[in-house]
Antibody, heavy 116, light 107 residues
Framework: QVQLVESGGGLVKPGGSLRLSCAASGFTFSDYYMSWIRQAPGKGLEWVSYISSSGSTIYYADSVKGRFTISRDNAKNSLYLQMNSLRAEDTAVYYC?????????WGRGTLVTVSS | EIVMTQSPATLSVSPGERATLSCRASQSVSSNLAWYQQKPGQAPRLLIY???TRATGIPARFSGSGSGTEVTLTISSLQSEDFAVYYC?????????FGGGTKVEIK
């Protein structure tokens, strides 16, 4: 079954850290570009970060640059997002998504809540 | 960054009617644009990429048109399952950006 499954979300205090994971299955993960996209409660979609299939090219939204780090392990079919110095405005459902020219496969998301 | 502006914010349509959703970019995105549908509690679903190419499994009643700074998503005859929020997204330049969404609701 072709799917993406996120994990690692939860409640964290401002200034804290969290590491999200995304497990891919049913397709050749190493062939695909991947991104993290988030959605604050009741709000629209915001692209967060991108990583190329080999991991050699990475981009970040300005809102997370210097605080978040995207990575992947093609041997484990997994995508990661290390989130440091978390702020209240980082509270959102975080989705991993496949593709670059349109995201054609999304996970169900994992909720990150930043609150004291 | 390229700002994507969708209009209207809410569109009230009766089942069987046609819906036209607009997306305007602050600078040209060529045809590097995608449309997504999102229902409550679900992840977005890719409908259209390349401004006008339907993604796999998407019904023919969904069509995309336009390029440059003005693109349109048309749903030719709304079905009950089409009531949702629709987002456009450009992938012409980094950072990738989404529009604010158009909610299509039952009239």
């Amino acid at each position: 079954q072709v799917q993406l499954v996120e994990s690692g979300g939860g409640l964290v205090k401002p200034g804290g850290s969290l590491r999200l994971s995304c497990a891919a299955s049913g397709f050749t993960f190493s062939d695909y570009y991947m991104s993290w996209i988030r959605q604050a409660p009741g709000k629209g979609l915001e692209w967060v970060s991108y990583i190329s299939s080999s991991g050699s090219t990475i981009y970040y939204a300005d809102s997370v640059k210097g605080r978040f780090t995207i990575s992947r392990d093609n041997a484990k079919n997994s995508l990661y997002l290390q989130m440091n110095s978390l702020r209240a405005e980082d509270t959102a459902v975080y989705y991993c998504a496949r593709g670059q020219y349109g995201f054609d496969l999304w996970g169900r998301g994992t909720l990150v809540t930043v609150s004291s | 960054e390229i700002v994507m502006t969708q209009s209207p914010a809410t569109l009230s349509v009766s089942p069987g009617e046609r819906a036209t959703l607009s997306c305007r970019a602050s600078q040209s995105v060529s045809s590097n644009l995608a449309w997504y549908q999102q229902k409550p509690g679900q992840a977005p679903r890719l409908l259209i990429y390349g401004a006008s190419t339907r993604a796999t499994g998407i019904p023919a009643r969904f069509s995309g048109s336009g390029s440059g700074t003005e693109v349109t998503l048309t749903i030719s005859s709304l079905q009950s399952e089409d009531f949702a929020v629709y987002y456009c997204q450009q992938y012409n330049k980094w950072p990738l950006t989404f529009g604010g969404g158009t909610k299509v609701e039952i009239k």
